[in-house]
């Protein structure tokens, strides 16, 4: 099981593939487990690794992770991660949570992030974000609850699930600025945005792009959250373009 320590514990992680390194960072209730289709798809050309992020399935569950700190303290944890696997810079394709959580690592070490690709991500949450997690969680189906648990212990699921909606929630109360360090980030950045989105308005992912100098908007007006699931062959051949593109 390899880990690498970091300042709030270890960070599990998995890796598939040969070639060029791509780290893959999943969403919030998801692992590392959750993305090995994902992963193997990017497989042909790059050697992928996936953190479990804090406080999922096998990594760290730091005190204090379920707060306005949340994603402050996960991009901290990638940014250790980053320094103690890499010599070179290496892009980081972040889905959601993991998105912003790439948003937070490279204010720490904009050195070794040499392309960020980021799948529905917010500058803060919003209100619309607070009632898309309450409605997910509540419409949360048994199969699916029971696959999570399977994914981060049944004890410690329910507590995981609580602890990312009551952080929601509370970030949503703080008008936290989630994405701390847009202007100074000066990497190829490639943005997607699905237009129907519950989780992420429009307006959110607009702010990203605006803020990060060149960067990219891939704009889907009728996909929902997370365009990388909803068609992944179309998906990959525009994340190996912009990877090759900037090489």
Not at 181 to 210: E, K, M, S, Y
């Amino acid at each position: 099981m390899p880990t690498i320590a970091t300042r709030h514990g270890p960070l599990h992680y998995l890796e598939v593939g040969a070639g060029a390194p791509l780290v893959l960072l999943h969403g919030n209730t998801y692992s590392a487990t959750t993305q090995v289709r994902l992963a193997a798809r990017f497989a042909d050309e790059h050697r992928v690794i996936s953190p479990d992020l804090l406080g999922h399935s096998q990594s760290a569950r730091p005190e204090g992770l379920f707060t306005t700190r949340y994603f402050a303290m996960q991009g901290e944890a990638l940014a250790d991660l980053l320094e103690a696997l890499f010599d070179q810079p290496v892009p980081l394709f972040g889905m959601s949570a993991g998105g912003i959580s790439a948003l937070n690592a490279i204010c720490h070490v904009p050195e070794k992030i040499a392309a960020l690709i980021l799948d529905g991500v917010f500058y803060q949450v919003s209100s619309a974000t607070v009632d898309a997690h309450h409605h997910s969680t509540a419409n949360m189906a048994p199969p699916w609850h029971r696959y999570m648990a399977k994914q981060h212990g049944a004890d410690w699921w329910p507590l995981l699930n609580a602890g990312i909606e009551r952080t929601i929630e509370l970030l949503a109360v703080e008008r936290t600025v989630v994405a701390p360090c847009l202007a100074a980030i000066n990497v190829p950045t490639i943005i997607f945005q699905g237009g129907q989105d519950p989780f992420v308005p429009d307006a959110q992912a607009r702010l990203i792009v605006q803020g990060i100098r060149g960067a990219r908007l891939v704009y889907e007006a009728t996909a929902g959250h997370l365009i990388a699931w909803r068609n992944p062959a179309t998906f990959r051949e525009r994340v190996r373009r912009f990877l090759h593109e900037h090489q």
